[in-house]
């Protein structure tokens, strides 16, 4: 059974302000609790419609009716358990090989599909200006599909950082005009920014980019303006690391 004061945390925590208030964030679906599980993050509490799906103490399980789940479950379709972690503690960046910053993502859907590309690309850190949506909101959380586990994210001043690294790492962006990413030479090492679904990466941030790569359009009827930016990412990645390859 789930309590009043349960169901209130749980819906609570789909805001921002009380993921931080409560330090608490809540994970959907068997596959993504486990893997929250297996790296070690801290449960709060767990409710779920089949018992003995996870190795934890039963003190922190609730046994829970489907109905009970759909109403403080975030998704459309409840997927037979909801957890609340605990948010652990923010990880410095070490800015060994490449490390992608993201300048002013705002859809929940392409960063958390960013995190997972990070995740296939063997990228492990990413950086985030404090305009991004947060890592912990309960969309992002399932669509990293458990990849969130394997990344250290870092929110911060993302000018700052940029204007700090700059000395010691080449920073690459991505703009229309840009030199076409399909004919370079990419290292491995280095930053790369992406920019903001509808604008792209900010003047203040365009300033301090040292290489500006494109992705060239093959269609002959050239009316789409840009790539979604999860999309660009996985190109932009992609062509980072085959390029280390050679």
């Avoid at 870092?154 to 700090?164: A, I, R, S």
């Avoid at 930053?191 to 301090?208: D, F, Q, R």
Wanted: aromatic letters at 8%; one cysteine or more; proline letters at 2%.
């Amino acid at each position: 059974m789930v309590s009043k004061s349960q169901k209130k945390l749980i819906k609570s925590l789909y805001q921002k302000k009380y993921r931080k208030q409560h330090g608490l964030f809540v994970a959907e679906g068997k596959k993504v609790i486990h893997e929250l599980l297996e790296a070690n993050l801290k449960l709060h509490s767990l409710f779920t419609i089949h018992e003995d799906l996870f190795d934890i103490s039963k003190r922190l399980e609730y046994k829970i009716t489907e109905d009970e789940l759909k109403q403080i479950s975030f998704l459309t379709t409840p997927q037979i358990a909801l957890a609340i972690f605990y948010i652990p503690e923010q990880n410095r960046i070490q800015g060994d090989g490449l490390v992608l910053a993201l300048d002013d993502i705002r859809d929940p859907g392409n960063l958390g599909t960013i995190i997972r590309l990070c995740d296939w690309f063997g990228i492990t850190e990413l950086v985030c200006s404090l305009q991004t949506v947060d890592c912990y909101n309960p969309k992002v959380v399932q669509a990293t599909m458990g990849s969130i586990t394997r990344v250290t994210i870092v929110y911060t001043d993302l000018e700052q950082f940029l204007k700090k690294e700059r000395s010691n790492s080449k920073i690459f962006g991505t703009f229309m005009g840009g030199e076409n990413i399909f004919s370079l030479k990419l290292p491995n090492k280095g930053i790369i920014v992406m920019g903001n679904e509808a604008n792209g990466i900010s003047n203040t941030i365009e300033s301090l980019v040292n290489q500006k790569l494109a992705i060239p359009q093959f269609g002959q009827i050239q009316k789409t303006e840009s790539l979604n930016v999860a999309t660009a990412t996985a190109i932009v990645l992609s062509e980072f690391k085959r390029s280390s390859l050679g």
